[in-house]
T-cell receptor, first 114, second 113 residues
């Protein structure tokens, strides 16, 4: 089992370009999350999904869109990249609630916007 | 507004000694707390957690203490090992919020020989 995988691992964009980050999980988890990590800021939630076909905004959603067409995939889109979106992006998953469960993280995508 | 705070950006401890990492929170609705460990170029990995109905949870060398009245939790690592050198994030969650986590800013632990 691969767990949580992220594609790509690294990417450099120019301001105004668009791209999609892919998160895939083989753990059959219902909940999926996108975070960004910036120096001195910890991890901040961008968007999340509580199941296939659902999405919701997190703490810092502006400039990003997401889709969860399949249970195992959660896509994060940047329509017009800005230098402020230079960050490391992490995807995470969680089992269906019914108890307290930890989130499982992917290895991250390092994005630089010039 | 930072609801989860880790006021020490870094900590250096000798091998074999105790490491104590601290975390404070402001939201009294938080009822589940977790610690994550992160190595460079990797995603965070879950370390240990504690529910608000407890004040202590132990797992091997790792113990988390929760003081609800002070809104403070701490992670104790005894004995510290060089492989424990990493960034540690404290996180908090509230029942009924889709298990969303609010993270602290992290503490970089260096365990020296």
């Amino acid at each position: 089992n691969a767990g949580v995988t992220q594609t790509p691992k690294f990417r450099v964009l120019k301001t105004g370009q668009s791209m999609t980050l892919l998160c895939a999980q083989d753990m059959n988890h219902e909940y999926m999350y996108w975070y960004r990590q910036d120096p001195g800021m910890g991890l901040r939630l961008i968007h999340y999904s509580v199941g296939e076909g659902t999405t919701a905004k997190g703490e810092v959603p502006d400039g990003y869109n997401v889709s969860r067409l399949k249970k195992q995939n959660f896509l994060l889109g940047l329509e017009s990249a800005a230098p402020s979106q230079t960050s490391v992006y992490f995807c995470a998953t969680n089992r269906t609630p019914g108890g307290y469960n930890e989130q499982f993280f992917g290895p991250g995508t390092r994005l630089t916007v010039l | 507004d930072q609801q989860v705070k880790q006021n020490s950006p870094s900590l250096s401890v000798q091998e074999g000694r105790i490491s104590i990492l601290n975390c404070d929170y402001t939201n009294s609705m938080f009822d589940y707390f977790l610690w994550y460990k992160k190595y460079p170029a990797e995603g965070p990995t879950f370390l240990i957690s504690i529910s608000s109905i407890k004040d202590k949870n132990e797992d091997g060398r790792f113990t988390v203490f929760l003081n609800k009245s002070a809104k403070h939790l701490s992670l104790h690592i005894v004995p510290s090992q060089p492989g424990d050198s990493a960034v540690y994030f404290c996180a908090a969650s509230t029942t009924g919020t889709a298990s969303k986590l609010t993270f602290g800013t992290g503490t970089r632990l260096q365990v020296t020989l």
